[in-house]
């Protein structure tokens, strides 16, 4: 436990001192441009709880986080279910992996910011074009992994299934899923990291709601307190939601001392 | 020396209607390295016969790159032989199957099951009922003393223990004919003296029939009843031999190593000259 309290005390010596340098240097520069951290501090307060400004942007926080979280996990899981099936196929069936790998690494260098301006033809103005991008941003990373983990999946434990017994249809069960697991953590973690990393993007489409469109509102009112403080709120459920993942890898994965995070 | 040590190089049909387990026939191999122009035909094996009876401890002995592994695999059914048949009880093999248990080298063992998971694995592939394969899983587990380890995973167990669950999960899918492929030759020498003993153990509670390979002639001689000498480039069996050592054998003592020289022999003579025996 006290270990732990340490290790904990380690990891917050290097936010604080940014704060303190972000602090000292506004008060250097007398700055109007950058809000110093307390500022910042008063209006996370009041994006929570209200009672310090009492502006439209008061107690606002948690409908913001609400749409944002909807769709960053309704592209993440979209790309799961598209990305995690076609990636098993891709990895284990050769007629399948000659026809769509070319395509998919073909599309795969366009950055997903790329895509905004189609995604607004597609789907508008609103959150389905901002759970497309999420979707995008997610699905390689999950598509590469689990086709990696699939094609890795070493000969001699198909050798050792199938002296034991085990049948060809059975092996993709007991064999190629849970091999491949590792590596398919990685890819959702990774998916799951950029989806969140987009979302900010995908929000800037003119959505009402969400904590990108906070940032947005923060940025054409010349509010910077509220930028900085949408873009902690962003770093700390990012953050939360990342070690939510790690837990469950770390459970799933036990067997495998390499893929403890 | 003579009457431990008895060439019996022609295959003679056994006697009686005792039927082999293991019968090889013309058994050729021939594998294509490269592609194009570059490509070399290797000849891996030429013109094997060999029959194994049922209980024999058999010890494919040879260099590395005589083609004892390759057998050894055709054996399995994890490759098929480009000339020959071979067939267990007359039937021919074609799949890798549990009746023919293989040990590798590298262990193959499931990282993410337990060890007694891993040890179940076989039985209940075969679809035998639950409760069942608890029992037998317990079984073997503690057959090869590994109780105290029977939910640690494969990473975190010795090279010796994790050889101990690939025999034990062969040995609980009653598997016939015990294929080993070099299964000590990664452990240090005190482990892989314990699992020597211990496999011997097993072999003589269940009559097992076992076909190892090894490139040690003090393993060979240690462990078998039969070596089959093998030499490469085509590899072939050069020599069939019969180990009457008494048991438990004793590597230390004057018999004990009037065969190992004798056999060390065999196989240097089928080496280039100048070549030591591996």
Not at chain 1, 8 to 32: F, Q
Not at chain 1, 149 to 170: D, I, K, Q, Y
Request: glycine share 10%; hydrophobic share 50%.
């Amino acid at each position: 436990m006290a270990a732990h309290a340490a290790a904990v005390a380690r990891a917050l010596v290097v936010p604080a001192l940014l704060v303190l340098g972000w602090h000292a240097a506004v008060a250097a520069t007398g700055t109007k441009m950058v809000p110093p951290p307390l500022d910042v501090a008063r209006t996370l307060w009041d994006l929570c709880a209200g009672g310090i400004h009492d502006d439209p942007f008061s107690g606002s926080i948690f409908g913001h986080l609400w749409a944002s979280v909807q769709r960053v996990y309704g592209g993440f899981f979209l790309a799961v279910a598209a990305a995690l099936p076609l990636g098993l196929l891709i990895g284990r069936v050769p007629v399948i992996r000659e026809m769509l790998d070319p395509t998919l690494q073909a599309l795969r260098p366009i950055p997903v910011t790329a895509w905004l301006p189609l995604s607004m033809i597609f789907f508008g103005l609103g959150p389905k074009a901002a759970i497309f991008l999420v979707f995008l941003g997610a699905f390689y990373p999950i598509l590469l992994n689990t086709t990696f983990g699939v094609r890795a999946v070493e000969t001699r434990l198909f050798e050792a299934a199938a002296m034991l017994g085990c049948s060809s249809s059975a092996m993709f069960r007991k064999v190629v899923l849970p091999a491949a697991m590792p590596s398919i953590f990685t890819g959702l973690r990774l998916g799951h990291g950029f989806a969140w990393i987009l979302i900010v993007v995908g929000e800037m489409t003119g959505v009402p709601q969400g904590l990108g469109a906070l940032i947005m509102d923060g940025r054409s009112l010349a509010r910077t307190d509220l930028v900085i403080a949408g873009m902690l709120v962003i770093g700390v459920v990012g953050y939360a939601s990342d070690r939510v993942l790690v837990a469950l890898n770390n459970r799933a994965l036990q067997w495998n001392p390499q893929h403890r995070v | 020396m003579k009457e431990f040590l008895t060439g019996s190089t022609a295959i003679e049909p056994s006697t009686g209607p005792k039927r082999p387990i293991l019968s090889v026939r013309g058994v050729s191999k021939q594998f294509t390295i490269g592609a194009g122009s570059a490509a070399t035909r290797i000849d891996a094996l030429h013109g094997i016969d060999v029959e194994v009876q049922k209980g024999e401890f058999v010890c494919l002995l040879g260099a590395s790159g005589c083609g004892k592994s390759t057998l050894l695999r055709i054996v399995a059914g994890f490759e098929q032989p480009s000339e020959g048949a071979v067939t267990m009880y007359g039937a021919p093999i074609v799949a890798p199957g549990p009746e023919r248990g293989m040990v590798f080298q590298d262990y193959g063992l499931f990282p993410w099951l337990t060890v007694r998971e891993n040890i179940a694995f076989g039985p209940r592939e075969r679809g035998i009922a639950r409760s069942h394969v608890d029992a037998i899983a317990d079984r073997f587990t503690g057959m090869v003393g590994l109780q105290k380890f029977a939910s640690y995973y494969p990473a975190q167990l010795s090279g010796g223990m994790k050889q101990r669950v690939a025999i034990a999960r062969v040995l609980a899918n009653d598997c016939e004919l015990l294929l080993m492929d070099e299964p000590f030759g990664a452990l240090d020498a005190l482990t892989r003296e314990r699992l020597q003993a211990e496999l011997l153990d097993i072999w003589q509670q269940t009559r097992l029939t076992v076909l190892f390979v090894t490139h040690s002639v003090e393993e060979a001689v240690f462990l078998a009843n039969r070596v089959l000498v093998m030499s490469a480039g085509p590899g072939r069996i050069s020599d069939d031999i019969r180990i009457d050592l008494p048991r438990p054998r004793d590597v230390s003592s004057p018999e004990f190593n009037d065969v190992r020289r004798a056999l060390t022999g065999r196989l240097t003579s089928h080496l280039a000259p100048g070549v030591a025996p591996g």
